[in-house]
């Protein structure tokens, strides 16, 4: 992914989630790479390409719409869910390391659960939040899909095929109207 794919700017992911700005760009790259690409699942890759098209040049009032708040914040929270996970590390060519500095101490699994938590459910919120906004607008971007059955909005393409869901997936309930 290019540099100019990026749905949002370092300085932004930084900002709303309350990151240290001596944090280097370069160990946020890869985090704010593969946060679009859990939207891109959610919305689809024909979506996804038409958003980023949109991006590129200059956003409609229904992408803008959908770009500031839920795109953004979903994409930095997204990103920092995935840099908590490698924060305390560093990746080198004999394997990853500790960092620590003069005075510091590295923070034990147990104190790095409840960061890790907070970032999990943030995302997730920030999630539901967007598919929320798409779901209650889907007229207004006909590439995404919200039919039932069609299309896992959750982002989670896992299934048992013995037990199926009553429940629909654009209601969360179940649904006579899908």
Request: proline share 2%; glycine share 4%.
């Amino acid at each position: 992914m290019a540099k100019l794919d990026k749905l949002i700017t370092y300085a932004y992911l930084k900002e709303e989630c309350d990151l240290p700005q001596n944090i280097d760009d370069i160990d946020l790259e890869h985090k704010i790479y593969r946060a679009q690409e859990m939207l891109r699942m959610i919305l689809g890759d024909a979506f996804y390409q038409a958003f980023l098209s949109e991006y590129k040049s200059t956003l409609s009032a229904a992408y803008q719409a959908l770009y500031s708040p839920y795109v953004k914040q979903f994409v930095a929270w997204q990103s920092h869910q995935f840099y908590v996970v490698k924060a305390n590390f560093k990746s080198t060519r004999s394997g990853y390391r500790v960092h620590t500095e003069e005075n510091s101490v590295v923070a034990t699994d147990a104190q790095m659960a409840p960061i890790h938590k907070d970032a999990n459910q943030q995302a997730q919120y920030y999630k539901e939040l967007l598919i929320g906004f798409l779901d209650s607008h889907a007229s207004d971007y006909p590439l995404y899909t919200t039919r039932c059955g069609t299309k896992n909005v959750s982002g989670n393409g896992f299934h048992i095929s013995a037990v199926k869901n009553k429940n629909c997936d654009k209601h969360r309930r179940s649904c006579k109207t899908c």
